[in-house]
């Protein structure tokens, strides 16, 4: 019953997700631009109504929200992008779903990662993380606080629950960058999913979503 119940929330928050997803290390990482505006979701915050309109509740799960710099540990952007990660908790914790938050400063490694294990969702917000090339030739990885870049070695020795969804909020993540926003085919749009997700389903995630709507994690819960 817990796993069937898990489906279809994550079926519901995917839903969401794809209505306005983006079709879109080795030599020292970089992070993506900061000047790409936050963007807002008005389709994913119709059709996550099915969501919040719902009795749906998945205790016994457990989800891990990572916020991460932008503009600076206490930059408005960074906060902003901080108090829709807090809303999405609430939300999360509304249907019975054990919650961990992490917002830089408090971006420890070592603390996600434990509370990774056995979680059954992941959400990041922050910058994507590419080798500063343009195109770049690789991207992946987290960019957290005090200049800590997570690599693709370091996500897949991540244990999250069987099935787990991870969910990322950044440049090329779902594709397209502040770098080149509307200038790359699909072909390097999927290139780039494939790159950025591999990781995550090689450390047992059964689903990865991404995009890059500031109010991304909100809208797909319904604030």
């Not at 928050?13 to 992070?31: C, I, N």
């Not at 244990?159 to 440049?171: D, I, K, Q, S, Y």
């Amino acid at each position: 019953m817990f796993r069937r119940t898990l489906i279809t929330f994550s079926a519901l928050f995917a839903a969401a997700v794809m209505l306005h997803a983006e079709d879109a290390q080795r030599s020292g990482p970089a992070v993506s631009p900061a000047h790409v505006p936050a963007l807002s979701a008005p389709a994913a915050h119709r059709s996550a109504r099915s969501v919040s309109g719902t009795s749906l509740r998945i205790e016994g799960a457990r989800a891990v929200l990572i916020g991460a710099p932008i503009d600076g540990d206490r930059g408005a952007w960074t906060l902003k992008e901080i108090e829709s990660l807090k809303a999405t908790a609430a939300t999360l914790r509304r249907y019975g779903v054990e919650v961990r938050e992490f917002y830089t400063p408090d971006n420890d490694w070592e603390q996600i990662a434990a509370a990774v294990k056995g979680a059954h969702f992941l959400m990041y917000r922050g910058h994507g993380v590419y080798d500063g090339g343009n195109p770049p030739e690789w991207v992946g990885g987290f960019s957290l606080a005090k200049h800590q870049f997570i690599s693709d070695d370091q996500v897949r020795a991540l244990e999250p629950a069987e099935g787990a969804v991870v969910m990322l909020f950044g440049c090329y993540t779902a594709g397209n960058s502040g770098e080149d926003m509307g200038k790359i085919n699909l072909r390097e749009a999927r290139r780039r999913v494939a790159m950025y997700s591999k990781p995550f389903i090689e450390a047992g995630f059964g689903a990865y979503y991404a995009n890059w709507h500031g109010d991304a994690f909100s809208a797909i819960t319904h604030q």
